[in-house]
């Protein structure tokens, strides 16, 4: 990516970070003609997949496990009004407090409205993608409140006045020479002969982030799961920085969409085990923090959970909308998939990128069939299915996309009298199919235009749209023969 700011659309009050300025194939184009980032975006995810492969591998029951957190979304999806009330009651039982918020901005509001009642000026947060969905800190930068990343990749996005491209590496589109020269440009009292070694980066982000952790009294945290048995919330994390943020302060403010409430403790087990090994690669998280309202003496002694919604009933309300809330955000399917390797996840426009974020998206906003960019997202990927092998809760991530492709494709003839060029081909293409005499003829026809195909190129050039499609792809070779003359003469007219 360029160097600086990487500028986005300003947050939607209503939906937050989910909507770009651009479609995807606008953007797209753009990042494809960044050779650095395709570089770095080709050895992260390379090295991610290999990781994941190997421990996987290790786990004999890994298809069953799969199973048993599908099983286990489907059938809190099922009860999901009733699951969140068990753990408001359960976390409000344990002394924290339960705030709902429908929308990006209500949830903005709530938490904003919760720091100042600190009298604090700053806060710490945990990365969560959340709270990067809902826009917190923009909305609490323009309240006057500072908000310090913690996580590593989190502070090189904010340091760097950039965006997140990916839901577990967010600074994957950056190499170690750019990240170098950010910490020297932005961090304070840096070493002037600090190097790219990745020792030496995460060292120098250690002292800078040990003065903020000292000095915070305000913490804000999304979760991975919230346990509506126990009330029990919790995040994962690899590098310590989460476990200060929910120790160390006197008031923790988490943030939560709906989705993450799972039924019990025992399910929580299956996820512990799918997530690190989908996400990481690695066998179990470095820390893993639960906690359940507050402890006098030990830890924040005021705790706040928002339920967050901004859109979740409208995906929960689709029957095939609501297998995208299964997700546990692992990122295994943007790993795997060959459309987000080479773009890279600004593309998108959304928080969300890859395939999950091509379909969670659009459930979360709505298909409009009409110029809203995020009507393009479901056309962002090849169909190829990696995302569905990989996915640790088995969403049916290509099936989903068609989906939404029809949803647009049907929302587009509604709102316009005149179909597309697409829609008139598939219609012509569905009159001739539907009568086995018109189907014949043209296979026929098709048989006799081979001739003008020559190195899988038309002769003449075909005119819009059609040269758009052979411009870029090579046709096949026609058969000198259809299959019902070959029949006909093989076996004669017998059926």
């Known amino acids: 990516m360029p160097q600086g700011r990487v500028p986005g659309p300003p947050a939607d009050t209503a939906v937050g970070q989910l909507t770009g300025d651009r479609p995807f194939p606008t953007a797209a184009r753009e990042a494809l003609g960044n050779t650095q980032l395709r570089r770095n975006l080709a050895h992260a995810t390379s090295t991610i997949r290999a990781k994941r492969a190997a421990v996987v591998g290790e786990v004999p029951d890994w298809e069953a496990l799969r199973e048993a957190g599908s099983a286990i979304k489907a059938d809190t999806m099922a009860r999901l009004p009733e699951l969140l009330e068990e753990l408001e009651a359960n976390v409000t039982a344990r002394g924290g407090?339960?705030?709902?918020?429908?929308?990006?901005?209500?949830?903005?509001?709530?938490?904003?409205?919760l720091v100042k009642a600190t009298g604090e000026s700053e806060v710490v947060k945990v990365k969560s993608m959340a709270t990067q969905e809902i826009g917190l800190n923009e909305a609490l930068e323009e309240a006057g409140v500072t908000a310090h990343e913690t996580d590593l990749a989190e502070l090189i996005v904010q340091l760097g006045h950039d965006r997140p491209s990916h839901i577990l590496v967010p600074a994957i589109h950056r190499g170690r020479?750019?990240?170098?020269?950010?910490?020297?440009?932005?961090?304070?009292?840096?070493?002037?002969?600090?190097?790219?070694?990745?020792?030496?980066?995460?060292?120098?982000?250690?002292?800078?982030?040990?003065?903020?952790?000292?000095?915070?009294?305000?913490?804000?945290?999304?979760?991975?799961?919230?346990?509506?048995?126990?009330?029990?919330?919790?995040?994962?994390?690899?590098?310590?920085?989460?476990?200060?943020?929910?120790?160390?302060?006197?008031?923790?403010?988490?943030?939560?969409?709906?989705?993450?409430?799972?039924?019990?403790?025992?399910?929580?087990?299956?996820?512990?085990?799918?997530?690190?090994?989908?996400?990481?690669g690695e066998r179990m998280n470095p820390y893993t923090s639960t906690w359940a309202g507050v402890t006098p003496g030990d830890g924040p002694q005021q705790f706040h959970l928002v339920l967050l919604d901004n859109g979740r009933t409208r995906a929960l309300a689709d029957d095939l909308g609501r297998t995208a809330l299964h997700c546990i955000r692992c990122s295994a399917c943007l790993n795997v998939c060959p459309v987000y390797e080479r773009t890279g996840g600004h593309a998108y426009g959304s928080v969300y990128p890859g395939p999950i974020g091509a379909v969670l998206t659009p459930f979360l906003t709505g298909v409009t069939g009409g110029t809203d960019p995020n009507d393009s997202l479901p056309y962002a990927s090849s169909l190829c299915g990696a995302c569905y092998d990989v996915c640790p809760v088995k969403i049916n991530i290509p099936d989903l996309l068609v989906q939404l492709r029809a949803e647009h494709t049907e929302a587009h003839a509604a709102k316009h009298r005149l179909p597309t060029a697409e829609a008139a081909a598939m219609k012509a293409a569905a009159w001739v199919m539907a009568d086995p005499k018109r189907f014949a003829r043209a296979g026929r026809a098709a048989t006799n235009g081979r001739h003008g195909i020559r190195q899988g190129k038309p002769v003449l050039p075909l005119p819009p749209p059609l040269n758009g499609w052979t411009g870029s792809r090579d046709l096949p070779s026609v058969p000198s023969e259809t299959f019902r003359d070959w029949w006909t003469r093989t076996r004669g007219d017998r059926s």
């Open 97 to 113: 407090t339960v705030h709902w918020a429908r929308d990006a901005a209500e949830a903005n509001r709530i938490v904003v409205a």
């Open 177 to 280: 020479s750019e990240i170098r020269e950010i910490f020297a440009r932005e961090m304070p009292d840096v070493d002037p002969g600090l190097t790219d070694e990745p020792a030496v980066l995460a060292a120098a982000a250690r002292r800078h982030l040990r003065e903020v952790f000292l000095r915070a009294r305000v913490a804000v945290s999304g979760a991975n799961f919230g346990v509506a048995e126990t009330g029990t919330l919790t995040v994962v994390e690899s590098e310590g920085n989460g476990r200060m943020c929910l120790t160390l302060p006197e008031t923790l403010i988490t943030v939560m969409g709906i989705e993450k409430v799972v039924p019990t403790w025992r399910d929580l087990e299956v996820f512990l085990q799918l997530l690190p090994r989908s996400s990481t």
